[in-house]
């Protein structure tokens, strides 16, 4: 038997091997860590358990990531993306637990067995998908920023869930509307301290904390711990309290800076999440419910993206934003084991479900993670039968302005909302089209009624996406002298340049680009004009700075009237 350093020390040095093969053989390194807490759990080599201190390391890694993705959010994205991370985070757990459900009790288990596997079956790890989506940088796009909302939906709905089953199998004292009232009270008076201290007592300490950067990363992580531990302490997740502690801060001029720091430490502690995961499996009868697992494998891989893509679909979001968030629930979550081990202390469960709820979370964790991770690839091959479940837009086109519109531009994000302005006031007729309903819906009635809100020229917004090509016949592409495409991804550019090519449209196509690769493939296959944000912005800040070509040198020169550039692409 080792002590302990030794243990940590072999611990390590098995998951930086892993990782070095994983890396080679370009596998996900979430699996090849959850393998080796297999490995070094009580199943395998029996080096650690779920009481050792990997557990703590663990549990921090969890509140940092959490916290990292609440200073990330935007009160702005809450609006929009809010009704429908509520309307699928809800839509998928009642789905998913009422057919869950069914089919266990069809594969022949007890009422009471069947609530536990369905309602583990029902909530997707949180942990695991922000980890992928923020190594894909996807995490501010808008299939991820959805995600992130029902996934935190999950965690709310997880702790009523968990009262609700701990009531279903107690004694006939328990009350469940009293358990439920004081769960809500907790809440209410938690969130009332919680917007008190950060309104009143947060921004003080944290500019005292900021004079040294060191301090400002040690507050971060005590600020992000303590909230977490008192979110647990009352009834909550350690994720929801660290949640709401990057939350607070996000409002903050320290944000950015605070999260930088933080990063590194995020993904060393996040290793031990995973190793712990790995080590908390239990496979002691695994063998008698291999039929079973596949079967509730296969509709945790299937149906709970299916449900995410038929509710955003009915809600006019495009095929691939829906399946790329509906691919973020194709998994059970680490509260799946939580409550399996509760359910078996309980006495309400027997080894072998708990062993069947661990098999269906290791296969669905590691599909899952390739399903996200090649997510683009496999939307591509899908495409023809996922577009099926696309609700085609009814709100027509605006009414033509003076026989139709100038400029087509595809993009209102940042850059390309700024685009858009700047060609309007120019005097040009824009239609806009973008590919997120809540956007077309806040921008859409100003622009058709006759105007911007700020005295630019008349133009239009309509719901569509770069990539559907049918879309294109309903674009008044004969009145349009240029086609211009704000979007930075490469696959929708590229789309939509051939869609244009094969409808015979005559006029000027210009497409944004991020990169010299993607620049010189657009020029390559016909764009007469590539945008480069990036590369202008950085010209831009030279000739502001008096510092660029042709700029007097030795001193600055004052920077010209008009708003700066904005270079975040779209």
Known sequence: MHDEFTTFALIMGLAAVAGLVANRLRQPLIVALIAVGVLAGPAGLGWVSGGDELELLARLGIALLLFLVGLKLDVHLIRTTGPVALATG???????????FLIALGLGMS???????????????????????????????????????????????????????????????????SEVALVLAKGGAFLGGLFVFARYLLPPALNWAARSQELLSLFAVAWATALAAVSEHLGFSVEVGAFLAGVAVASTPYRDAAGARLVGLRDFLLLFFFLDLGARLEFSDAATQLGNAAVLSLFVLVGNPL???????????????????????????????????????????????????????????????????????????????LRRFEARTTRPLPEDVGGGYDVIVYGLGRYGSHVVAALRRAGQRVLAVDFDPRVVSDQGPSATKGGTGDGTTEGGVVFGDAEDLDFLETLPLASAAWVVSTIPSAPASLA????????????????????????QRYAELGADVVLRPFAVAADATCDLLGLGVGAPAGGLSPPPDGPEPDPSPS
Not at 358 to 377: C, D, P, W
């Open 90 to 100: 809800l839509g998928q757990v009642a789905f998913t637990s009422g057919i869950g």
């Open 111 to 177: 009422a009471t067995t069947a609530l536990y596997v369905a309602v583990a079956l029902t909530f997707s790890s949180t942990i695991i998908i922000v980890k992928l989506l923020s190594d894909k940088r996807e995490l501010d796009q808008l299939h991820g920023r959805i995600a992130v909302g029902f996934l935190v939906v999950q965690d709310i709905v997880v702790v009523l869930v968990m009262i609700v089953l701990s009531a279903f199998g107690g004694g006939p004292g328990e009350s469940l509307a």
């Open 307 to 385: 449900i995410v893509l038929v509710i955003m679909g009915a809600m006019r979001y495009p095929a691939r934003v829906s399946f790329l968030a509906g691919l973020t629930v194709a998994q059970i979550s680490e509260f799946s084991l939580i409550l399996a081990t509760l359910g078996l202390a309980l006495g309400h469960i027997d080894d072998s479900t708990v062993a069947l709820i661990t098999v269906v979370g290791l296969v669905t964790i590691g599909l899952s993670t390739y399903m996200i991770l090649y997510s683009h690839q496999l939307f591509d091959r899908l495409a023809p039968v």
């Open 496 to 519: 939509l340049l051939h869609g244009l090519r094969h409808h015979g449209y005559q006029g000027r196509v210009a497409l944004t680009a991020l990169n010299e690769h993607d620049a």
